[in-house]
């Protein structure tokens, strides 16, 4: 047997572990698996992304309870979504919790199924968790039915929407992320090149996966996802990002960019 395979299934049997402590809490609606533990792309260093949705707070002290044991643990952290860190102390799997409320999660999927509201990269994010998350539990049938909403047809509004926003900012803006990323070149500021790169980037997959008509994957693997998933790249495209260091020593990488196809022939 596969020690992937072995992996996988200690994995599942940790999340559903888990998924049973948090379901005997009245304020639990749904525990759903979700991230690259469930993807095509999973490997041995793929952490446990469990996702709580709730009603109300979870006190921090029952959250605590639930990592009990473990050698190491990180309750109530807050810097991006409200959520929970631990090594699980049975297996020694990395495991991630976060906390949604679930007005709030309906909310971000109203904001891009229904209103058809486009961010600065990552428009999409919340739509593709939900769609491709595993419920492990659902007490009454409600995460069931979000999944059945997020299983809709890329909104046609919603990609006019998210290039609109995103398209321009790559180059063609007085202040695109290529003029930005020049400038920084100009001036040596390889921390300026590496945080607009980064954002180039974020809009640059943000469009990508608008004009396949497929709800953007996050941060992680983006390569292995477009090219598994799109079946519009640009002709030359190689799957390879920009490098910082090679940004900063050359303009080969901006005379790539700036003769890059525009994708407006795409959009009908």
């Not at 992937?4 to 304020?27: C, N």
């Not at 910082?244 to 994708?263: F, G, H, K, N």
């Amino acid at each position: 047997m596969p020690a992937e395979y072995s992996e996988a299934k200690i994995g599942i049997a940790v999340a559903q572990r888990i998924a049973g402590q948090f379901s005997a809490l009245p304020q639990v609606v749904a525990v759903a698996l979700s991230g690259s533990r469930i993807s095509e792309f999973a490997d041995c260093k793929s952490d446990i992304d469990l996702y709580v949705y709730v009603t109300d707070d979870i006190p921090l002290d029952q959250r605590a309870t639930i990592a009990a044991g473990s050698p190491r643990a990180e309750i109530g952290n807050a810097t991006w979504e409200p959520g929970d860190e631990w090594i699980d102390a049975a297996t020694g799997t990395c495991v991630d919790v976060m906390y949604r409320r679930v007005r709030w999660i309906e909310e971000q999927h109203d904001r891009v199924l229904v209103h058809h509201q486009a961010s600065v990269g990552y428009s999409t994010c919340f739509w593709y968790n939900v769609l491709h998350s595993r419920a492990l539990f659902d007490r009454s049938g409600w995460f069931a039915s979000l999944q059945k909403l997020a299983g809709q047809p890329y909104p046609r509004e919603l990609r006019q929407a998210v290039v609109s926003k995103n398209y321009p900012l790559l180059r063609r803006n007085q202040s695109s992320y290529l003029h930005q990323i020049e400038l920084a070149v100009q001036r040596k500021d390889s921390v300026s090149v590496n945080h607009r790169v980064a954002a180039l980037l974020a809009s640059y997959f943000d469009v990508l996966f608008a004009l396949n008509e497929l709800p953007h994957p996050g941060e992680k693997r983006l390569i292995q996802h477009a090219k598994a998933g799109c079946s519009r790249l640009l002709t030359e495209w190689s799957g390879r990002s920009p490098s910082c260091s090679r940004l900063s020593e050359s303009r080969v990488a901006q005379q790539r960019l700036r003769s890059t196809p525009c994708w407006t022939g795409w959009m009908s």
